[in-house]
């Protein structure tokens, strides 16, 4: 059944490369947010802005422009959109005012003069096309389609010394400083696009989870630019630190719809909940002893061949008072199947009896095979992720015996209630909940969860916080 089911997924998927198991979208809502944040984050930025000197000559004149300071900056918010047709965004400023005081020094020779200078600049507006693609590493890349700027015009007021006098340069200056304005702001656009390239190209793609396995995040497409949204599909595979094996199975297509009244949205699809059980299950994670030591001492059972005389009526008459440990381990990594509404999970599991010899030797008595379904429902309820755990279904066999046959209902019976017993542990803390991921610069809010036909929906809006 298993096989099949693998078979059928490579099937599927063989004609089409490698398709993201996890999905990561932002809306033209989560893009507005994050727009309006960024701008009041400029804004308080502004006061800190520091200008160079401007140094130069003119008609034999030396000149400096210094100490120039933001005294006032209306700073209209960017718009900014995804755009489709350049598989990007965006970008535009327009009606951007600045005002600026600052000192001016001349020399001549040996004349000294200087003096304060005020300087509005108007109607600055700024054009910028950014492309975003997947790199061969798997990584976000961003580069300028296009970039324009423009200013409408430029005031400047010579104060102090003998500035009536050179009052007449102001035209030369304001050209000038228009020129150079001009000239800077996409250059500087491109510069921090460069930046924002370079911090991209450091960020790791593999995430250490714990000793046990690694997440993999490279962007296994190129980004799917939509006029509502950006949908970025990531590899989305948990792979073992140790053994660095591929699951022997593959990642399912799956369609995620994104809702636009969320600013975003992830889908993750079985696929990264199998490779994750794989990953345990190959580097041999996914198995345990158990002794009598480990029995809770409230429990009437012992793990003895005379206490369990009362199930194998022969134990105790060819192994005496001998003390028993159990090898407990999975036969097939546990398989996670998302359907519309519940997660199931299909657990087939073995365990290995044997009585311990007064000399330590193990005796091997007989091996159980035992097989569950269970299912999860999953939900978010107030900001933490919740879940409710049920056992559908649950049999206990005898898989081969070195003590002769037995009849196992009675242990099937005495297992399902302990296994009925630790799902009902187990869902005190699921009932509890999660709190869903939080960082200092965002919380979530308004989340939505919801298990759809082959992968977990998510869809959440957000508060971001500056951290000054
Ligand atoms: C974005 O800019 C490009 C190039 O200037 C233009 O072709 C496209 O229509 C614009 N798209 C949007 C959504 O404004
Ligand atoms: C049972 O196993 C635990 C953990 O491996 C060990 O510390 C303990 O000594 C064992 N007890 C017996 C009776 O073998
Ligand atoms: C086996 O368990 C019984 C209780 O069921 C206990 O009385 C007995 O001492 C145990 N025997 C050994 C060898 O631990
Ligand atoms: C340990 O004891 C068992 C049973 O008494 C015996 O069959 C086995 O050979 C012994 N093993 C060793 C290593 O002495
Ligand atoms: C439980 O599993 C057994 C063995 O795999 C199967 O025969 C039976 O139909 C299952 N019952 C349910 C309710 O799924």
Redesign the pocket.
């Known amino acids: 059944m298993l096989h099949a089911l693998f078979a059928s997924f490579a099937l599927i998927t063989c004609a089409s490369g490698e398709n993201p198991a996890i999905q990561l979208a932002l809306t033209d809502k989560g893009l507005q947010t994050v727009r309006h944040f960024a701008t009041g984050v400029i804004q308080d930025k502004l006061d800190e802005v520091t200008f160079p000197e401007v140094r130069g000559r003119i008609v034999g004149i030396h000149y400096t422009l210094s100490g120039m300071e933001i005294v006032k900056c209306d700073l209209p918010e960017p718009s900014i959109h995804f755009s489709p047709d350049v598989s990007g965004l965006n970008l535009s400023v327009s009606g951007l005012s600045v005002a600026v005081t600052g000192n001016w020094a001349t020399h001549l020779g040996v004349i000294h003069d200087s003096g304060t200078f005020e300087m509005a600049v108007f109607d600055l507006s700024l054009l910028s096309v950014l492309t975003v693609d997947r790199d061969s590493g798997g990584r976000l890349s961003v580069s300028t389609v296009s970039c324009e700027a423009d200013i409408e015009s430029v005031n400047l007021q010579f104060y102090g010394g003998a500035s009536v006098m050179f009052q007449w340069l102001v035209n030369f200056f304001t050209d000038n400083i228009k020129e150079r304005v001009r000239a800077h702001i996409c250059p500087g656009v491109e510069e921090a696009v460069d930046r924002l390239e370079r911090h991209l190209q450091a960020m790791d793609v593999s995430v250490d989870v714990n000793s046990v396995m690694s997440l993999e995040l490279p962007l296994s497409t190129s980004p799917d630019v939509d006029s509502n949204w950006i949908n970025f599909g990531l590899r989305g595979e948990f792979l073992s630190v140790e053994t660095q094996h591929d699951p022997p199975f593959v990642a399912p297509p799956f369609t995620l719809s994104i809702p636009t009244d969320h600013m975003v949205s992830v889908g993750v699809s079985e696929y990264t909940a199998n490779s994750a059980s794989f990953a345990y299950y190959d580097s041999g994670h996914l198995q345990a002893?158990i002794?009598?030591?480990?029995v809770p001492p409230f429990c009437p059972v012992r793990l003895n061949t005379s206490s369990m005389g009362q199930y194998i009526p022969q134990l105790p008459k060819q192994f005496p008072n001998l003390?028993m440990?159990l090898q407990v381990y999975a036969q097939q990594f546990p398989l996670f199947s998302f359907e519309p509404g519940f997660i199931h999970l299909d657990l087939r599991s073995a365990i290995k009896a044997f009585a311990?010899e007064p000399n330590s030797t193990l005796t091997p008595l007989f091996k159980l095979k035992v097989d569950s379904e269970l299912s999860a429902k999953l939900w978010v309820d107030r900001g933490k992720v919740k879940s409710l755990l049920k056992i559908d279904n649950f049999t206990l066999s005898l898989d081969s015996s070195e003590i002769g046959p037995f009849n196992t209902d009675q242990l099937e019976n005495i297992a399902k209630l302990g296994a009925n017993a630790a799902v009902t542990k187990i869902n005190v803390k699921l009932q509890q909940g999660f709190d869903l991921p939080k960082t200092k610069y965002a919380q979530l809010l308004n989340s939505v969860l919801s298990v759809e036909k082959g992968f977990i929906a998510f869809a959440s809006d957000a508060k971001l916080q500056s951290t000054s």
Do not use: K, Q, T
């Open positions: 002893l002794n009598d030591s480990m003390l440990v311990v």
